[in-house]
């Protein structure tokens, strides 16, 4: 099976612009989720998608948003972007379709870098 | 509210040396636990998980035991190589919430 994959895996915008990133994820797989990296705050949760709806939303400000479409494929905007928004975007998938299997593993695609000068 | 805690790095190492990443965990219930590793460059890889008390994940020489007394989760490894050079996070995931809360990372650097 391929792996989750992610585009573009490089970007560079300026601030005040706005960017999408695209997540597609393990075949089979329901569930996305993001993350950002960053040196200074390590890996934080942005949020989560499930059959089209954000099931669960980290503490991050409204200027983020995302969604996921009926091929559990998955999108990120970053609207409005700052400094502070450079950083590696991870996107991961799990297999799971019930409340218990949400421990299961989620697998994470190689992530995009953004830099925002 | 739920937290990991792990070892700071980085961590320098001879080749054949052992490896030791302390992970530990603060959370209701009974969380999966998790060890992902990333290269650089790269986006995280799963290294092994376990699911309930006393399990033991093992993946390519790597080891860790689910320890519910000691909320612990610590990464081991008899033999390191160069090649294991990498930073290592440890990772919980609840089935209430759903997403994983990751330690801030433990870089580990094996020389020849």
């Known amino acids: 099976k391929a792996g989750v994959t992610q585009t573009p895996r490089y970007l560079i915008k300026t601030r005040g612009q706005q960017v999408t990133l695209s997540c597609s994820p393990i075949?089979?797989?329901?569930?996305v989720s993001w993350y950002q990296q960053t040196p200074g705050q390590g890996l934080q949760f942005l949020f989560e998608y499930f059959s089209e709806t954000q099931r669960n939303k980290g503490n991050f400000p409204g200027r983020f948003s995302g969604r996921q479409f009926s091929n559990s494929r998955s999108e990120m905007n970053v609207s409005t972007l700052e400094l502070g928004d450079s950083a590696l975007y991870l996107c991961?998938?799990?297999?799971?379709?019930?409340?218990?299997?949400?421990?299961?593993?989620?697998?994470f695609g190689p992530g995009t870098r953004l830099l925002v000068l | 509210g739920n937290s990991v805690t792990q070892m700071e790095g980085p961590v320098t190492l001879s080749e054949e040396a052992f490896l030791t990443i302390n992970c530990t965990y603060t959370?209701?219930?009974?969380?999966?636990l998790f060890w992902y590793v990333q290269y650089p460059g790269e986006g995280l890889q799963l290294l092994l998980k376990a699911t309930k008390a006393d399990d033991k994940g093992s993946n390519k020489g790597f080891e860790a035991t689910y320890r519910k007394e000691t909320t612990s989760f610590h990464l081991e490894k008899g033999s390191v190589q160069v090649s294991d050079s990498a930073v290592y996070f440890c990772a919980l995931r609840r089935a209430s919430q759903g997403n994983l809360i990751f330690g801030k990372g433990t870089k580990l650097s094996v020389k020849p």
């Open positions: 075949s089979g797989h329901r569930s």
């Open positions: 959370a209701t219930g009974y969380p999966s």
């Open positions: 991961a998938s799990s297999p799971e379709g019930t409340v218990n299997s949400r421990q299961e593993t989620q697998y």
